[in-house]
């Protein structure tokens, strides 16, 4: 088991394997421990975490649903790909269920996936250890990352907040933020189907502020989703929290639905390092 760069998120001293190797012990004074879950994860969030913090089971289960079936596949191989030309150590912060972190491993020597959401990492952690991934999944937030300076040499922000000070604590000079994010006319379809007027999307406000766009690529395509595809969609964005719903039978009573899949993939590096 690896647990190279991993510190304490009590005390901030190095994280070994415990003897039984079932867990893991800092080496700070009180020596403080971290048992691995029977589905394979770790909560590195604290005493004050709520459980039901991140996503809800619910959205979990339709992300689940959807990514299973490979609809966002040419966007977690371009992913894949831009992780595999640094290799070394990748962190997924806020992987969700670990379908990006999955195709990280393929090509990373090293993968840690950190959320929030204990289902999201209970899931990613159990189709890991059943199929035999090296990736550590831990409940912990992207803003207080166990994690030592200048460890990582990917840092992977897929669709979740963008904690820029946090992520440049932990990587390497020469070291890469990949953030993917919806492009201007992600999902129009489906919103032509929720909403009267239907507006593009606008560049995430959290991009990096101190640190330099290395590249940036965009990934689009069509497909033709079915009933069920519509729905785990659906339930896994946003809008299941704010439409109607009219507007949500609306969509739902479909029996099919060509939907456009666009997103742009930032790179970063250090502004000092590039």
């Not at 893991?24 to 909560?43: A, L, P």
């Not at 059943?130 to 460890?151: F, I």
């Not at 379809?189 to 009267?196: R, T, V």
């Not at 965009?218 to 729905?231: D, E, F, N, P, Q």
């Amino acid at each position: 088991m690896n647990c190279k760069g991993l510190i304490c998120p009590v005390c901030g001293s190095p994280l070994s394997v415990a003897e039984n190797g079932r867990g893991f012990r800092c080496g700070g004074v009180k020596m403080h421990n971290f048992d691995i879950s029977r589905s394979g994860h770790v909560n590195f969030a604290g005493g004050g975490y709520d459980p039901n913090s991140g996503d809800p089971v619910d959205m979990v289960r339709a992300r689940i649903a959807f990514l299973e079936e490979g609809w966002f596949e040419p966007l977690a191989r371009c992913i894949g790909e831009t992780v595999g030309a640094l290799g070394g150590l990748c962190v997924d912060a806020g992987c969700g269920n670990g379908y990006y972190t999955e195709w990280a491993a393929e090509r990373a020597e090293t993968v840690y996936a950190f959320d929030l959401s204990k289902y999201a990492v209970e899931y990613g952690a159990k189709k890991a250890k059943r199929e035999g991934k090296s990736c550590l999944y831990a409940v912990s937030s992207v803003y207080g990352l166990p994690l030592a300076s200048g460890c990582a040499d990917t840092v992977l922000s897929v669709f979740a907040p963008v904690a820029e000070e946090e992520f440049c604590r932990v990587l390497k000079d020469g070291g890469r933020l990949i953030i993917a994010a919806a492009a201007p006319d992600h999902l129009r379809e489906l919103k032509a189907q929720l909403y009267e007027s239907v507006t593009e999307n606008t560049e995430r406000g959290d991009l990096p502020k101190t640190m330099k766009l290395i590249e940036k690529n965009r990934v689009s395509y069509t497909r033709t989703l079915h009933s069920g595809a519509i729905a785990a969609l659906y339930g896994m964005t946003p809008y299941s929290r704010r439409t109607s719903r009219e507007a949500a039978e609306r969509l739902l009573g479909l029996e099919g639905l060509e939907i456009t899949f666009s997103f742009d993939i930032y790179v970063y590096g250090k502004k000092e390092q590039v």
